[in-house]
């Protein structure tokens, strides 16, 4: 058996010729999202899977075995439910309500501009059919909405990217409020340092109170502005 133990999200930096020769495997859903399977390829050969923990494999992922050999991965077919809105009494805004109510159930959905797509459910086809929506059996390929996050391997380059610009630019705004406190702090000191400086020039040249020529200082007190009435 054939270990496999990387997978390269849709193929990403391989060529489109090499991928043309690569042997391939069809997974429904069910298999695609488990981190550890087993599967016989269009060549013959078989194959153990062993990915991390929580990885899900995309129809268009490629693994990469032991060997270094290519392995490309199809979306089988399976049966699912297509949910479109009715054209005569409702509106595509439909979706978007079924939408929400299903993703309160914890559905796994397709999401597509004019319909979803669900794995068989009668019961949610039934409540689907009460709100007025039009409820088909299919046998397609299923390729539900990833989560918030992304898995390990799926645009994680643009999650990084994102992350990695947004955390440069608040530390560059940290940096840049740390660098202007610094310096008005020191400029604030600074000034402090040239008044104290002053006054002490002052005080230093200042006449002394008992100076032969003037006679002793006597403080004038101000009186701000307040002046007594006069008699």
Not at 12 to 30: N, S, V
Not at 85 to 102: I, K, N, W
Not at 174 to 196: G, N
Request: aromatic share 4%; net charge negative; proline share 5%.
């Amino acid at each position: 058996m054939l270990t496999v133990n990387k997978v390269l999200a849709q193929g990403r930096g391989l060529a489109g010729a090499l991928l043309k020769r690569a042997p391939y495997i069809e997974l429904d859903w069910d298999v695609r999202q488990k981190s550890r399977f087993d599967a016989t390829d269009s060549s013959g050969r078989s194959i153990g899977v062993f990915l991390p923990r929580g990885t899900v494999v995309r129809g268009g992922d490629v693994l990469v075995a032991e060997d270094g050999s290519l392995i490309s991965v199809r979306a089988a077919p399976q049966a699912v439910l297509v949910v479109r809105h009715c054209t005569e009494h409702g509106s595509p805004f439909d979706l978007v309500r079924a939408a929400y109510h299903l993703g309160n159930r914890h559905v796994q959905l397709q999401l597509a501009p004019d319909h979803l797509k669900l794995e068989p459910d009668h019961v949610l086809a039934q409540m689907l059919r009460q709100m007025h929506l039009i409820v088909t059996e299919a046998y397609e390929a299923f390729e539900p909405e990833g989560g918030a996050y992304a898995a390990p391997g799926h645009d994680h380059g643009h999650a990084h990217g994102h992350e990695h610009a947004h955390g440069e630019a608040h530390a560059h705004a940290k940096s840049t409020k740390h660098d202007h406190d610094h310096d008005h702090a020191q400029d604030h000191d600074h000034e402090h340092h040239v008044h104290d400086h002053a006054q002490e020039h002052a005080h230093e040249h200042s006449p002394s109170p008992t100076d032969a020529t003037e006679g002793p200082r006597v403080h004038q007190q101000h009186d701000h502005g307040y002046h007594e009435p006069s008699k």
